[in-house]
């Protein structure tokens, strides 16, 4: 399975970005999705994932309410559309791709068996 993860950029606090990732190999639309990040000098944080389904989502409690991740499994594509951008929000984000046991297991990176190669944000103040 290959992931490739696009649409990060250079943005000012308080804007908005949206990034893609699609799947491509042998994907499965029962495989879970999660976005994590990266910042300089700090270790990969979770930051949001779907179920296989769509039918479940979670975020780390730093983007709740800002961050909204989702899927078409048609496509084989995740989004997570990023709203209302902080300066710590600047990292390299990750899309990877797993089969998960259980709800808490979408938080956890070693969970997932296929990543993507990232894409920088990168928010001003």
């Known amino acids: 399975v290959l992931l490739q993860a696009f649409g990060g950029g250079l943005v000012q606090a308080g804007d908005s970005l949206r990034l893609s990732c699609a799947a491509f190999?042998?994907?499965?639309?029962?495989?879970?999705m999660g976005w994590f990040r990266q910042a300089p000098g700090k270790e990969r944080e979770f930051v949001a994932a779907i179920t296989w389904s769509g039918g479940a989502s979670f975020y780390a409690d730093s983007v709740k309410g800002r961050f909204t991740i989702s899927r078409d499994n048609a496509k084989n594509t995740v989004d997570l559309q990023m709203n209302s951008l902080k300066p710590e929000d600047t990292a390299v984000y990750y899309c990877?791709?797993?089969?998960?046991?259980?709800?808490?297991?979408?938080?956890?990176?070693?969970?997932?068996?296929?990543w993507g190669q990232g894409t920088q944000v990168t928010v001003s103040s």
């Open positions: 990877a791709t797993g089969r998960m046991a259980s709800p808490a297991h979408h938080y956890t990176a070693n969970r997932y068996d296929y």
């Open positions: 190999g042998r994907t499965s639309s029962r495989f879970a």
